[in-house]
């Protein structure tokens, strides 16, 4: 479900007020994709609602119990869930961002910041930016989508805020980085009397305004509607991929036959316990038996005699290879890795990284590519803001790049080999931007420059106090 049924409003909003109506409808065939997207996040959370295994029951047998045999299998229910869709999203999230994003901008003459790149750092600040973007990629690696808001603060500040992508329907005529409408539905909670009251409301977003609605006797009545100072649509979307597919959706099925593998294992293993006991050449009377739970003891006088328990033949080694495929298939389909894996030691070269890494980076390109296009969406809008009230212009968002940097461990000294061999055959921004200890490109520049000329200004100095 990409959501282009959400297109067929498309022509309709372009040439009609959004009304009360339309709305019904737009959340109504939007059900099926904020549903699979809830279960998505519930599965992320572990939670009971959200991992098949863990809402399990005992098999059931009919008429296993005959009088001369017992169950002793239902006694035992383990639900051990094996969270490897947390574990790839969260691998790709602290790969892609576990150095924030740099956001570069081009310069004046000089080398000075111009005032689109004071905006930028001031609004990256207030924002809590790299958090934001960490967040706002981690619901769209989960559900397939990711949603955020561009708003006016009462302050007059431009903030940012990521909201529930299940809340969200996307208007566009070409990707949700770009809509053209947008419609936010959500649930509050007010205290009126002393008892809670849940309303349910709506917030419908054009190029120009917010059209506030309330749902009150089954209909959604307007509120009101305000300019939101924006020149587009201030709420848009992050793409996981094409096919808004969340990371461990395409195997779902393999991690729940692990969860199912696993637990079954476990439960035979406890089972051990209820195991039937067998006494070969003895027999117990009542009293013996409390006796036998009191010390832990027998005594067997003939020859001839044995005590065993009766239990199943456990093949541990069909068991484990089971699991160790369903654990290749997972990450392999997913596209990520087991960094904890003894293959991922200290001696392991470059290039041998970037082969074990390659499916994951080639998904980790995707979502970046998308997330450029998102982001570049987010300057257009911040820049139309801006232009009102400075010096930037509203173009201006197209000098606006994004470095992603990949999270791993470095080599400094085949890094430092690598970048001197560099020197002289590429640009020092292309040299610098191989190392992992420089964050900003720019910033490092700027810094060796300033270093530069205090030694230049030092040494000419000293040569005029010994002339």
Request: net charge negative; hydrophobic share 35%; charged share 30%.
């Amino acid at each position: 479900e990409r959501g282009e049924n959400m297109n067929k409003f498309l022509n309709y909003l372009r040439n009609n007020e959004i009304d009360g109506t339309i709305i019904d409808q737009i959340i109504k065939e939007h059900e099926p994709i904020k549903e699979k997207a809830i279960a998505r996040y519930e599965r992320y959370k572990a939670s009971v609602a959200g991992v098949p295994i863990l809402r399990r029951e005992a098999a059931k047998f009919e008429d296993f119990e005959t009088g001369a045999v017992r169950r002793i299998d239902d006694r035992v229910n383990n639900r051990l869930n094996n969270a490897f869709d947390a574990e790839i999203v969260d691998t790709k999230v602290g790969y892609m961002f576990g150095h924030p994003i740099s956001y570069e901008t081009e310069k004046d003459g000089k080398n000075k910041n111009t005032a689109l790149a004071e905006q930028i750092n001031r609004f990256n600040n207030v924002n809590n930016i790299a958090d934001a973007d960490s967040e706002w990629g981690k619901k769209a690696a989960i559900c397939g989508y990711g949603a955020r808001l561009v708003y006016i603060a009462p302050d007059g500040s431009e903030r940012v805020a990521n909201v529930n992508p299940w809340e969200v329907v996307f208007i566009a005529e070409n990707d949700i980085t770009e809509p053209t409408f947008a419609l936010r539905y959500y649930t509050v909670f007010d205290w009126v009397n002393n008892e809670s009251i849940q309303r349910e409301k709506v917030t419908f977003y054009d190029d120009k305004k917010a059209y506030f609605f309330e749902k009150s006797d089954g209909n959604w009545t307007l509120i009101e509607k305000k300019p939101h100072m924006f020149d587009y649509c201030p709420l848009f979307g992050l793409p996981n991929n094409d096919e808004q597919m969340g990371d461990a959706e395409k195997v779902i099925q393999l991690i729940d036959a692990y969860d199912r593998t696993l637990s079954d294992a476990s439960n035979e293993i406890e089972q051990l316990r209820l195991a039937y006991l067998i006494l070969k050449g003895a027999g117990m009377d009542d009293e013996e038996i409390q006796q036998l739970k009191k010390n832990g003891v027998f005594e067997l006088f003939g020859k001839d005699d044995d005590v065993k328990f009766l239990t199943k033949d456990i093949n541990d080694t069909m068991i484990e290879n089971h699991l160790n495929r369903l654990e290749e298939n997972i990450l392999r389909l997913a596209k990520s890795v087991n960094f904890s894996d003894e293959s991922f030691g200290g001696n392991v070269t470059g290039v041998a990284m970037k082969y074990k890494l390659m499916a994951l980076e080639n998904k980790c390109i995707t979502m970046e590519r998308k997330m450029t296009a998102a982001l570049r969406y987010q300057y257009k809008l911040l820049c139309s803001a801006w232009a009102k009230k400075s010096k930037v212009k509203p173009d201006d968002y197209l000098k606006v790049w994004f470095s992603f940097k990949r999270n791993l461990p470095s080599n400094l000294l085949e890094e430092a080999q690598t970048s001197a061999q560099f020197k002289g055959q590429v640009s020092e921004e292309t040299r610098l931007s191989t190392l992992s200890i420089v964050d900003d490109v720019q910033y490092e520049i700027e810094r060796m420059k300033a270093e530069q000329d205090a030694y230049d200004l030092e040494d000419s100095e000293n040569d005029e106090d010994e002339n």
